[in-house]
Structure formats: C-alpha cells, structure tokens
Antibody, heavy 119, light 107 residues
Framework: QVQLVESGGGVVQPGRSLRLSCAAS????????MHWVRQAPGKGLEWVAL????????YYADSVKGPFTISRDNSKNTLYLQVNSLRPEDTAVYYC????????????WGQGTLVTVSS | SYVLTQSPSVSVSPGQTASITCSGN??????TSWYQQRPGQSPVLVIY???ERPSGIPERFSGSNSGNTATLTISGTQATDEADYYC??????????FGGGTKLTVL
C-alpha cells in the first residue's frame, strides 16, 4: 500500500537549518508531483511547496520563499525539504503529500514530522 | 493573495445532516477538495473535484461548488465524523490555498 514516511524533524535553535525527508513506497514515486504542507500547533493547514514529478519545476508559498528548498531523488524514492534560517513561527508538523495529477488535490499524506524552533 | 473562508465551528446531532461551507472569490470556477483531520492524525482526502469521493470514503460525504461557495455535506452524521474539516483549492497566483478549517462537533 502507499506509504509516505517523514523524518528529520526535531528541536532547533532560531537561525539554524534542518533537512526533512519523506520516504515513499507502494507506488511509482517518479510519476507524481509532491508537496510539503505544514501545521503549526493548534492551527490550520498551510501549503509550503510543490515539486513536479521530475524535479524540473518548483513552487513555494510566499511565507517560505528563500529559506526553504524542495527537492527529490527519484532513484531513492525520497522527497526533501531543506529549511534554513529557521524562525519560531516555522514551528509546525511538516507533512509530505502526494499529488495525483489532474485532480487538484492531495490523495495521500504522511504522518508528519515535528519541527520546533526554540532557543 | 487568494483567501478561503470557513466558519470556525459547526455542531450537529447524530443522524442529522451537517453542512460545512467554504467561501472564496469565484470559487465555483475552480475545483475544491475537502480533507478530514481527526485529533492527532494526518489529513484524509474525503472529496475532490468538488463532488468526487475517493475509494473508501462513505457515501454520506458529498460536495458541491457554485458561485463563491463550496459546501461539504455529511448526511446521517456519525460520532466518528467529529473532526476538523479543511477546504482546499488552487489559485493561479498563490498556487495551493487551504481554508482555515471547521471543527465539526457531533453532539
């Protein structure tokens, strides 16, 4: 079955960096665009970034443009989010989500990885 | 930037019909999706392309979208439907947009 497993979260000081990973299995990863979506504690969902199936196109929310970089390694079936210059307001659970293409939605989600930015 | 607006909370009695709305400028001209998120869990897609149900989603979940408002309707609401519900759409300038979420309480 389809599985998305995020990792790489943790407690980090403001200004530091992390690389989040999302390991995909149970489907042909290289056929799908992928997204990162985050959720601050007690808050709603916020879209973060999108990468096309082959990595050639990337889009970002205005709130993360610059410090965050989305990438993928189709040979490893893995999605990444490099998060730099972290601020307390970046504290959130970060989910990876699959884009089925053509349906304008996210049909599979991972369990999320928590990033806490605190001194 | 594009904004989707949802009421913060909706209450319904078991067995009754719950309606959760999502408003945005000319929302009816683009597809809307809906996600259910139970406490401590990841979101689950319940409606896509305004009114399509993914496999495994009960028939009591339905959707509509016209004008400036999309609506998620849950017929014969059950206690297990108590959750947060988020609408989502695409916008040419913002890419992906989520509504602020509606907490459904089954009394």
């Amino acid at each position: 079955q389809v599985q998305l497993v995020e990792s790489g979260g943790g407690v980090v000081q403001p200004g530091r960096s992390l690389r989040l990973s999302c390991a995909a299995s149970g489907f042909t990863f290289s056929n799908y665009a992928m997204h990162w979506v985050r959720q601050a504690p007690g808050k709603g969902l916020e879209w973060v970034a999108l990468i096309s199936f082959d990595g050639s196109n990337k889009y970002y929310a205005d709130s993360v443009k610059g410090p965050f970089t989305i990438s993928r390694d189709n040979s490893k079936n893995t999605l990444y989010l490099q998060v730099n210059s972290l601020r307390p307001e970046d504290t959130a659970v970060y989910y990876c989500a699959r884009d089925p293409g053509g349906n304008d939605c996210f049909d599979q989600w991972g369990q999320g990885t928590l990033v806490t930015v605190s001194s | 930037s594009y904004v989707l607006t949802q009421s913060p909370s909706v209450s319904v009695s078991p067995g009754q019909t719950a309606s959760i709305t999502c408003s945005g400028n000319k929302l009816g001209e683009t597809y809307t999706s809906w996600y259910q998120q139970r406490p401590g869990q990841s979101p689950v897609l319940v409606i896509y392309q305004d009114n399509e149900r993914p496999s495994g989603i009960p028939e009591r979940f339905s959707g509509s979208n016209s004008g400036n408002t999309a609506t998620l309707t849950i017929s014969g609401t059950q206690a297990t439907d108590e959750a947060d519900y988020y609408c989502q759409a695409w916008d040419s300038s913002t890419a992906v947009v989520f509504g602020g979420g509606t907490k459904l309480t089954v009394l």
